[in-house]
Every structure is written in structure tokens, then in C-alpha cells.
């Protein structure tokens, strides 16, 4: 549902939440100092939506493409960027429209909700569901044990399914910014679920398990006719390699690497990438 228009203008905060709510990225540019004249006001905003278009304004011209571009690198990178511009000395600000001042304009990213899919109600799923929350992500909980997977043990999940894993698979759509961990009871049904999360575009995918493990479940998915390339997006044996053993310390371990991938800590995220293997 798109966000209401007044007067024919659509209401930026309105946008905000719409956005997160459908799961998707932008970047607000507020321009927070001003000196001089310049052609907008303090607190003037413009939102840029993570396909480009924008919504509101800031004065337009050069300053503003300028800080549609950083916008568009602010949404990449997740992280906020303060610029200056100084209409008095740099003559690509001069549009004749101008009087000339100095203003600084702080974009910031608007990121939905971290979504987190967790496959497996058990002792390390339930204490991934406990830190993940803590971390500020929404939760989805899957199960085919009503059992384990019920409100007493998950009072804050946003879902909950107790069902066949395949059959409640069918009913998701994951996207670009969800993550998911498997972690159920056996192999058997962390493979059922990996051959179907790895066609998901989720941002992260891990499965709990050994290397031994690992091998063995990619080795039957490849002989399937799954891709390499899809098997490598996959974190197994799941989480940061911190000498985790029980069931709370694993849980650390695993949220610790979706923060990491969340924030693109680069030393975690590249240790990750240069230790995983995949079976030949």
C-alpha cells in the first residue's frame, strides 16, 4: 500500500515506514546547518529509495545530485555520511539561482527490521531466538514439533509455524534482507530445508552441523544437480569460530556473525569467506 498523498504530496515519514515494512533500503538527506543563502531551508529532507527514485527535496541542482550519489553509496554501505558545501567558492554550485552560503546536509540509511528465519526449535535455536531478539532482530520460527514450537517457548516471534518443514517452506518469501539458520533436530531435514533455502535471495544462510557434516549434506545436494556457487553462499559449520560449546555459547557465536554481516564488519565478514570450503 503506497503512503498517503496530501495536496498531491506524499508524506516522507509515511514513505519511512512503509518501506521498512516491505523490507526495502533508502537513505533521508536532512540538511542540518546552514549559512548564508542557499536554495532550500534548514531541515529540508529528501528521501532516496533503494531503486534510485527519490521523494521531497533539497534544493536541487548539482548539490543535489551529488547527494543523491552518496545517498545511493549510504544505502550500500548502511553507514551515514555528513557533507559540506561551500556556494561561494565552488563555481559548479553557481546556477544563477543562488546567492551563495555554505550548508552541511547528514544522510543517514533507512533500513528495515532485521528478519531472522529460524528452522529448529531446540535448546540452540531457542537460545539463537533469545540473542537475535536482544540484537533487535524479528524473528520467524519453524518447527514440525507444536511441542517445541509454540508461544510459551517464543512469546515475541513475529510467526510461528509448528508443521512439515516443506510444506511450511512453501508458504514463505524470504528477501534481499533476511536472514535464515538451520538448526533442526538431524540431517535429514537440514538438508530438506537447504535444498530450498538456497534459492532464497536471503542476505545470510547458515547451518548449523560439523565439517563432516557439511560435506556430506553439499555432496547429495550436488549430486542433485545443485550449483557450487549457490553452495557457497552457505555458512556451515554456522557462526564465528569462537571455541563455542554449549548450546548459549553457540547461539553467541551465530548471532554474532548475522551482526557482523549486518554491520559488514569486514574482518569477520573476510574470515568467513577465505575459511569456508566447499566439498569437491
Not at 533500503?25 to 533503494?50: E, H, Y
Not at 533469545?130 to 517457548?153: C, H, K, P, Q, W
Not at 518469501?173 to 535464515?180: H, I, N, T, V
Not at 551482526?259 to 566439498?279: D, L, P, T
Request: hydrophobic share 40%; aromatic share 8%.
Amino acid at each position: 500500500m503506497p503512503a498517503k498523498a496530501y495536496n498531491g504530496f506524499v508524506d516522507i515519514y509515511e514513505e519511512i515506514v512503509r518501506m521498512r515494512r516491505e523490507g526495502r533500503r533508502a537513505a533521508l538527506a536532512t540538511i542540518v546547518n546552514v549559512r548564508g543563502s542557499i536554495p532550500s531551508f534548514q531541515s529540508a529532507k529528501m528521501l532516496v529509495r533503494d531503486d534510485g527514485s527519490i521523494l521531497g527535496t533539497i534544493g536541487g541542482g548539482c548539490v543535489e545530485a551529488e547527494v543523491w550519489q552518496a545517498a545511493r553509496e549510504v544505502i550500500e554501505n548502511e553507514r551515514p555520511q555528513t557533507l559540506s558545501f561551500d556556494l561561494n567558492q565552488n563555481p559548479k554550485f553557481d546556477t544563477g539561482l543562488v546567492c551563495g552560503g555554505t550548508l552541511e546536509i547528514y544522510v543517514e540509511p533507512i533500513l528495515p527490521v532485521p528478519h531472522l528465519y529460524l528452522f529448529g526449535a531446540g535448546h540452540v535455536a531457542l537460545n539463537v531466538y533469545r540473542m537475535a531478539r536482544l540484537a533487535g532482530f524479528d524473528i520467524t520460527v519453524v518447527d514440525d514439533r507444536e511441542s517445541y514450537a509454540n508461544r510459551e517457548r517464543f512469546p515475541e516471534a513475529r510467526d510461528i509455524y509448528a508443521e512439515d518443514f516443506e510444506k511450511t517452506c512453501a508458504q514463505l518469501a524470504p528477501g534481499e534482507s533476511d536472514y535464515m539458520v538451520i538448526t533442526t533436530r538431524g540431517h535429514r531435514d537440514d538438508m530438506r530445508v537447504l535444498r530450498w533455502a538456497i534459492n532464497c535471495p536471503v542476505r545470510y544462510l547458515g547451518m548449523i552441523g560439523s565439517e563432516r557434516k557439511q560435506f556430506a549434506i553439499f555432496a547429495a545436494l550436488e549430486k542433485e544437480g545443485v550449483a557450487r556457487e549457490r553452495l557457497e553462499r552457505v555458512h556451515s559449520p554456522v557462526g564465528l569460530d569462537i571455541g563455542a560449546i554449549t548450546p548459549e555459547e553457540i547461539a553467541v557465536a551465530i548471532v554474532a556473525e548475522m551482526i557482523a554481516f549486518r554491520r559488514q564488519a569486514e574482518a569477520g565478514v573476510k574470515r568467513k569467506k577465505s575459511e569456508r570450503r566447499v566439498v569437491s
